[in-house]
């Protein structure tokens, strides 16, 4: 762990150069590097707040237990910020383990904790249930998993939703394309959240993009750069996945976005449950997670 208070993180690095740093705050990951430590994936704002003030603006923001704006009223989410609270408290870090995988190549696995005695009170008075995440960032060389486990430690069964916000790092975002949602319905919620069939299979971004695609059968969503595929985003157990760029006029007008056309090389692919909601007994676990692939 490097750095004190809320602005601590954890880095971990692989004997080939490969890093992922994760700040304890909101168990963000803020960097994920492949190629030897040469390439960063994820896109992170130069006016991110690091320090714990507000939400990571860039990595990976953990959504829970609700995704965007919560129900309106009489919801157990109802009084909780947009995304819920998991990407404002401080984890705990649990501990860093190393692997070797069947081909002898190497992983490093770090565990997060957050449970509802680790939530501020005004976030425990919001959603009092009691439960227990364990997230866990596991780095190898082309590839970055993150896995959430949600347990109901309580007596009432809770439901709740989750999303990994990743802000991928691109170059140009006019040569650009997501694919692999073709036939997918969504929500864009650009157009009023009204409903559409994905028409086919590569998505460009033109303009602001804000698609919430549920029910998606194939675990693959791919963001090719300029003609090559540059990431896939492979699905574990989480059915939806978020296709979002804010654009111009939103990027402005974000004042922890910057710089303000940074729209340009970013595009979050974020995938989750957030059609409906996910319940859970008491003592039940869910567990889900992506694993993201740098194909350069
Ligand atoms: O994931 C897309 C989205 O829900 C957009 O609607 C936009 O609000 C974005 O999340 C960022 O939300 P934030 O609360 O981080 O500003």
Known sequence: IVGSGASSK???????????????????????KSNGGKTENLWL????????????????????PVFGPPPKSDHPTSS???????RTSRWEFLGKSSAEDALGSDSVKLDFGLYSSGLTDEARKAWPLDFGLVYSVTLSKDSLQTVINVRNEGEQSFEFQFLLHTYFKIQDISKVAVNGLLG??????????????????????????????ASIPQDTTSIVEDGKPRFDVVRDNLQDTVV?????????????????DDYKHMVCVEVGAVQGWQKLDKGEVFEGGQTIKSLL
Not at 45 to 64: I, M, N, Q, T, Y
């Open 244 to 260: 979002w760029n804010p654009w111009i006029e939103k990027a402005k007008s974000m004042g922890d976005f910057s710089p303000d």
């Open 10 to 32: 954890v880095i971990a690095t692989l004997p080939s150069g490969e890093s992922v740093e994760v700040l304890l705050f909101g168990a963000t990951v803020t960097s994920w």
């Open 45 to 64: 704002s130069e006016k991110a707040a690091l320090d714990g003030s507000k939400a990571v603006r860039g990595g990976v923001p953990v959504v829970f």
């Open 184 to 213: 997918v319905t969504y929500i864009d919620k650009v157009l009023d959240a009204t409903e559409h069939k994905q028409s086919d299979n590569s998505i460009k971004i033109t303009g602001e993009v804000d698609r919430v695609y």
């Open 80 to 86: 909780l910020p947009q995304h819920g609270f998991a």
